[in-house]
């Protein structure tokens, strides 16, 4: 299984910079993490590690390639509990997230319903919650499966980061083949549930891993808290079982990629690199 890492190793800096950055790190694969629709004065000014989902996805691809990269998924993360708005990122941008993928043979696209942001969001039940994810997803699942290309729901909010909550939506939706799961193991943990017993139920809907470890501190927030963004300590230095995911895991066919979400030295990525591939493959990196 391959270990890449996010490409927003520096947020103020243009695509470019952070392959290098991730090239000197040693790795030689990453997400397509920062994305958009339409054009972005900053990332035209290279200010901004993001792709837009409209750009030519060849074009992108080839600058991988250039820098000796392969793209482990596109990432389309949307606020799927809000109400649709031209202004959030949401149905349309995931459906151009899968065809950009499947243009340049990349088989997942995660997404993710964050935590709830508007106050209507909030006065929700589960099972309006639910309804209104998988309305959200419905169109992006028929279109991934013509495609060739899996959308992988993300534990970071207050349905997908509970087996329950992930098992309704995906009975919601008819349990398509073009719908699995990427499993964050910091998401899930922080959000309340066992990131170990996520692996066991969902073993067989499990495509990709964002990998991270948290620290004490988080304890107290757990249950409150829909992601924490970056983790900056060394996987299997913190309070979540990264080993006891790893061991129920390492056996699947469907994992072939994963990715750090990590932010620090390049030594600290290079150290949880190394605990995965120890772990998962039983030789240290």
Not at 66 to 82: K, N, T, Y
Not at 142 to 160: F, K, M, N, Q, W
Not at 196 to 219: N, P, Y
Request: proline letters at 5%; one cysteine or more.
């Amino acid at each position: 299984m391959d270990v890449g890492v996010f490409l927003i190793l520096n947020r103020g800096a243009s695509l470019v910079e952070n392959l290098r950055l991730a090239k000197e790190a040693g790795f030689d694969c990453a997400d397509l993490t920062y994305t958009h629709s339409g054009a972005a004065m900053m990332e035209r000014s290279g200010l901004i590690p993001s792709v837009s989902l409209d750009a030519n996805p060849f074009d992108i691809r080839r600058l991988f390639d250039a820098h000796g990269f392969r793209i482990l998924s596109v990432c389309a993360h949307a606020p799927l509990l809000e109400p649709s708005s031209p202004a959030r990122f949401g149905t349309p941008e995931i459906m151009k997230a899968v065809r950009f993928a499947a243009a340049i043979g990349v088989r997942e696209v995660v997404t993710t319903e964050f935590y709830a942001q508007s106050e209507w969001s909030r006065r929700l039940s589960h099972e309006q919650r639910v309804t209104i994810v998988a309305e959200k997803l419905y169109e992006p699942c028929r279109l991934a499966g013509d495609c060739g290309v899996r959308i992988c729901l993300e534990p970071h909010g207050p349905v997908t980061c509970s087996v329950e909550g992930l098992k309704d939506i995906m009975d919601m939706l008819g349990n398509p083949e073009s719908l699995g799961i990427n499993l964050d193991t910091g998401n899930a943990w922080l959000g309340g549930a066992d990131p170990v017993e996520m692996a066991r139920v969902f073993k067989d809907r499990i495509h990709h891993i964002h990998w991270k470890d948290l620290g004490a501190e988080f304890i107290e927030k757990r249950g409150s808290l829909y992601g924490s963004g970056f983790s900056d300590i060394e996987l299997g230095s913190g309070v979540i079982d990264i080993a006891g995911v790893i061991e129920v895991l390492r056996d699947s066919p469907l994992i072939q990629g994963s990715t750090l979400e990590i932010s620090g030295a390049p030594e600290l990525l290079r150290a949880s690199a190394a605990y995965v591939k120890k772990h998962w493959n039983g030789v240290a990196a």
